[in-house]
């Protein structure tokens, strides 16, 4: 662990930051009304300050939106929580995963969704195969699991064929449900499901898209085509 300077951090404050454990990435005003500390905002950001400074967090500012997001560094997930999955932070899934935390905690407001499990701590690698969370849903007395995945940029078709089967055959999600903010790739996704996988796979992987989707408020009122 790098020197961090306790002097300069009241560890007592450290506990506004366990939203982070969950959530992995949060814009300070989420995390404001997430967390624990009751002062107003303005406080709030001077302490975020701090924290950053002291090595605990990272910050930066989504270009579509002008929100400022932070997440836990290795220091900081090192003194929050040390048993939980590493967040594996790079240049190509930071805008992509604070994206994915800020449409998964606005999907825990419809009626059939009861946890979310955001999933940050896959390798590049690996990512393509990887649902972008998982929504832990209830319909009357039966439970299920819905791979969500946000895309924004598209894939190779054969990449795309291998994500759902892999999602659906051998993670054995129930369902699939994409977002896309970009209409042809929407359109895209569409045509490989409908060719390779029917209309079995059409019903088990359900296709969304949202123009306001990356706006400052997001609007869960999205179109299913």
Not at 21 to 41: A, C, Q
Request: charged share 30%.
């Amino acid at each position: 662990m790098s020197s961090l300077d306790f002097n300069y951090i009241n560890s007592l404050y450290l506990e506004i930051l366990f939203p982070l454990v969950k959530w992995k990435i949060l814009d300070l005003k989420t995390l404001h009304e997430e967390g624990s500390y009751t002062h107003h905002i303005k406080s709030f950001r001077k302490l975020i300050a701090r924290f950053e400074k002291g090595g605990i967090i990272k910050s930066f500012r989504d270009p579509w939106t002008g929100k400022k997001f932070v997440y836990l560094t290795r220091d900081g997930e090192d003194m929050i929580s040390p048993e939980d999955s590493r967040l594996i932070i790079t240049r190509w899934n930071l805008m992509h995963g604070a994206k994915v935390s800020e449409i998964s905690k606005s999907l825990l407001n419809l009626e059939m969704v009861r946890d979310v499990i955001v999933n940050h701590d896959l390798d590049e690698d690996k990512k393509e195969l990887g649902e972008d969370a998982t929504l832990v849903c209830q319909k009357e007395d039966f439970t299920f699991n819905i791979a969500f995945r946000f895309v924004i940029t598209r894939s190779k078709k054969q990449d795309v064929i291998d994500e759902i089967r892999h999602l659906l055959y051998k993670k054995k999600f129930e369902f699939i449900v994409y977002l896309f903010c970009m209409p042809n790739i929407y359109e895209a996704y569409k045509e490989i499901i409908l060719e390779k996988f029917g209309a079995r796979g059409s019903s088990k992987v359900l296709l969304f898209y949202s123009q306001t989707i990356i706006s400052r408020e997001i609007d869960l009122n999205i179109d299913r085509k």
